[in-house]
């Protein structure tokens, strides 16, 4: 076989295994799978974007398919395999099957010091499983999966390429299975982590427990608890005896020590996750056989109303904080809205400031919790809101070193799809999250600005001009407001500028709250 007919295969299997978006990044080596998606574009089956830098490829198209269209990356050899790593490492720890394809020389060449030529079979560790092909594979296993093709030369195809591509029969199996049905008696409390989905908010709404959920959980609706994270220092917290898990909890220490405390029983209702305490596997469509005593959900509500009045008194005489941003980010999501939040600081602020959203108002909001890094934040916002509707809003709240950390995601061809998407900057010139821990203390000051704060300085509106991505300036609430309700289509970027010097101060003033 030719490395045309190899990368034709190839993507004529992504295509049968319900792959519909492709990202490439250009190189010699891949050449070949490049022409072939390019052929496999034209005709339809899926749809390309082309990137000039892996990591953001990668990252892209993590967001495509979290976004809901399986997608595949497609790269050359060598260090372009590498800066896949961080997209490949946030996809298996936030379990988002997106495909990897690399292009490798063959066989013959590998240990020879050919140019560009490394061990690629295996390079995401074993956490990814690797297939090493000289020919196209017969099916495409689901999850995430590693293709790395050998390609021989020549890397040109003769002429072009018009798929004939059937999808394989597809065959549901369907459970009659019992679920079980969770007893009365302990008080309990539903946690909804990154990605938990609705069944965490209809058991706690059928039992009466009160629900500490995420915001990018997918049950932050109904009757979720806005300020659950600063309830869970108070005395209240004392008295749970029981906590029923959905999801992949990664935002709040309380929440851990609660998960981790040897007087609470935990069920987990997503034991795929690998958890790092003890814990009693329930399935995830457990129900509750009764209604709970309605005093143990009131008190937890009253709780919640009394810190949220605290809450907001506390931000509004701060001045215009990141607070805001996030608060303004959260009312400015429509129903049927998409959001997509940065690690560090925003999601964080978005979790306090963001109130429960009606059941059924199709609002989504996704975030890379899987490792919780900071890179491709920019890209995969991109890409989640290319897998949407076209007339969905899209919104993404970020802070400045994510953004920078990811500039790259705005660099995109003039002939590449475009989203609408409004990326929300909250920017306090430098990585404000140390404040909050134990490196902001006073005692590590004279070192903190060097090591943790690191302002950069940078002028963003230069940048996205760069880019040619329209930019927005805003210093206070009511122009941020104004802001967020006149989005000019396609990317842009809404720079919130805030302060950071009382940080530290602010969150030690919210930790303290108490109903």
Not at 123 to 142: K, M, N, Q
Request: aromatic share 4%; glycine share 8%; hydrophobic share 40%.
């Amino acid at each position: 076989m030719t490395a045309s007919d190899v990368a034709r295969s190839v993507v004529s299997t992504l295509v049968a295994f319900g792959v519909r978006e492709v990202v490439v990044a250009p190189g010699s080596r891949n050449a070949p799978l490049s022409f072939a998606a390019y052929d496999a574009a034209e005709a339809g089956l899926l749809r390309l974007h082309t990137r000039i830098d892996e990591r953001t490829a990668g990252f892209l198209a993590l967001g495509l398919t979290k976004g809901g269209s399986r997608a595949a990356v497609v790269c050359t050899s060598g260090t372009a395999v590498a800066n896949l790593h961080p997209a490949v490492l946030e996809a298996h720890h936030a379990g988002v099957g997106m495909v990897v394809v690399t292009a490798d020389r063959p066989r013959r060449l590998r240990g020879t010091d050919a140019n560009q030529t490394t061990d690629q079979v295996g390079i995401f560790g074993p956490l990814v499983p690797t297939l090493d092909l000289d020919a196209g594979p017969d099916r495409l296993p689901s999850g995430l999966v590693h293709l790395n093709v050998q390609l021989d030369d020549p890397l040109v195809p003769s002429g072009r390429w018009v798929p004939d591509v059937t999808e394989p029969e597809r065959r549901h199996a369907f459970s009659s299975r019992m679920l079980p049905s969770l007893p009365m008696g302990p008080r309990t409390v539903v946690v909804a982590g990154d990605d938990a989905g609705p069944a965490a908010r209809s058991l706690a709404t059928a039992a009466g427990w009160p629900l500490l959920a995420e915001p990018s959980s997918g049950a932050r609706t109904g009757p979720a608890l806005r300020t659950y994270r600063l309830l869970l220092a108070a005395s209240l917290a004392d008295d749970v005896e029981r906590v029923v898990l959905f999801g992949h909890p990664t935002l709040s220490r309380p929440v851990q020590r609660l998960l981790s405390r040897p007087d609470v029983e935990v069920l987990d209702a997503t034991p795929s996750w690998t958890r790092a305490y003890g814990v009693t596997p329930i399935d995830n469509d457990a129900s509750a056989d009764d209604e709970d005593d309605p005093a143990w959900l009131a008190r937890w509500q009253q709780a919640d109303a009394s810190v949220s009045n605290q809450l907001d008194v506390l931000i509004d005489e701060a001045g215009f904080t990141a607070y805001h941003v996030a608060g303004a980010v959260s009312r400015a999501l429509p129903p049927g809205g998409h959001l997509v939040v940065g690690a560090s600081n925003p999601i964080r602020d978005l979790d306090l400031m963001a109130t429960s959203y009606d059941v059924g108002s199709r609002r989504k909001v996704i975030a890379n919790r899987g490792l919780s890094g900071i890179d491709g934040t920019v890209s995969t916002a991109i890409g989640a809101s290319l897998a949407r509707k076209a007339e969905s809003r899209n919104l993404a709240l970020l802070g400045d070193v994510t953004f920078l950390h990811d500039a790259n995601g705005l660099v995109i061809g003039p002939d590449e799809p475009r989203p609408d998407l409004t990326l929300v900057v909250a920017n306090d010139d430098g990585g404000s999250i140390f404040a909050t821990l134990e490196q902001g203390a006073e005692e590590y000051a004279h070192a903190y600005e060097r090591l943790f704060g690191t302002p950069h300085h940078v002028d963003l509106a230069a940048l996205c001009q760069a880019t040619g991505t329209p930019h927005w300036r805003v210093d206070s609430a009511a122009e941020l407001d104004h802001a967020l309700a006149s989005p000019n289509g396609g990317v842009e970027v809404v720079e919130a500028v805030v302060d950071r010097s009382r940080r530290r101060a602010l969150d030690l003033e919210i930790r303290a709250l108490r109903p």
